[in-house]
């Protein structure tokens, strides 16, 4: 009889599983990313319906979807409003969160912080770190106030014994800090290995969905931005949150990229403070503090970030340049897009962009994707080549086609009042726009149809 194998080859970036090493990865077709692993051994006499909870021979019965209960999901609110936007309304019983960011950008800080609020409801929390001693956790915790006893906290990275302890404690709400940090005592590989991580992860969601206890998972992140460890991750959890925002800067953004009980579009703005995090709660006024008064090539613009506008200050700085080739360099927006919108500006206003130097801000170190910046940008490109200072009280929104046509963009009425709210005299936004915002008392309305026009109104500004 032929050995059975106990080792696999697995992708370090999706965890595709194969016999043998390969180059490049047949699912996700990065290069250079698989590694030898040994396999999670079988427990004799286990089937698949002995471990769902099903007899031997028994088959699950389909249900027609009429005769399946409307259950609404349970939330819980964990005294943040800010998180609570960004998770839907609450924390879902059952359901397991994955928090991922940078090392230091305050993951396990606002975990935390939700255990105090929680606890404070004398609901129980289970808080296992595998990175921290207990007594670490403390220093931590006496820097945010005093916690209630109903926050219990474990330092260990062995998955039997973290399990043993939530079916002793019975716990609503379980933090695990970190994921790379767990290992499974049936799988011989070392801990944060693609086969623990995606093993422990498997057993984490067993007994959530089991129990019905709410489990955070802190996951690091690689150089590129993404949870370390198989793609299978993110796609086994409930919800996936990213922590982001520059570690030497006080703000910091809680964003949703997976969200099966809420939207994907909410994002939650946070400011980090000797005391822990604390919420903003009109991040556009924020997000404009300190901005140059007179200066060209700065404007605002407005960005819409699920239903909430947010008001951003776009820099931009063009330059003679002596190089064969003319640099770009976009710091919060896509630097593809600031290539394109040059090029609608040297072919559409004859703008010599292809002599030029150009660099492009999102002050604040915020990272910008919606094509309704394209307006702000483009025109804070105008200002700074012109030397022409755009008033301090205008606003700029809108999409730009490669034609140099301005495109209408959603919500503009939601921005145009959010504008109004803070003080602004002027918005500059899409000619097709003006139709939905209607009339706006005290604040003047300047469609374009064009990037001309935009240059136009610029111009006499």
Known sequence: MAKAKTTAFFCQNCGYESAKWMGQCPSCHEWNTFVEEPLAPRIPGRSAAASSGRRTGEAPVPKALREIDRTHSERTGTGMNELDRVL????????LVLVGGDPGIGKSTLLLQVCRNLAERN??????????????????????????????????????????????????????DSIQTMYNEEVSSAPGSVSQVRESTGVLMQIAKTTGTTIFIVGHVTKEGVVAGPRVLEHMVDTVLYFEGDRYASYRLLRAVKNRFGSTNEIGVFEMQNDGLHEVANPSEYMLEGRPEGASGSVVACSMEGTRPILIEIQALVTRTSLAYPRRTADGADVNRLNLLLAVLEKRMNMPCSSLDAYVNIAGGVRLREPAIDLGIVAAIISSYRDIAIDDKTIVFGEVGLSGEVRAVSQAKERVQEAKKLGFETVILPQVCLRPVGKAEGIDLKGVRSVRELNAVISKS
């Open 88 to 95: 839907g309304g609450g924390i879902v019983t059952g359901s």
């Open 123 to 176: 609901i129980k929390i289970l808080y296992v770190s595998g990175e921290e001693s207990l007594q670490q956790i403390r220093m931590r915790a006496d820097r945010m106030g005093e916690f209630s006893d109903t926050l219990l906290l474990l330092s260990e990275t062995n998955l039997g014994t973290i399990r043993e302890a939530i079916e002793r404690t019975k716990p609503s709400v379980v933090i695990i």
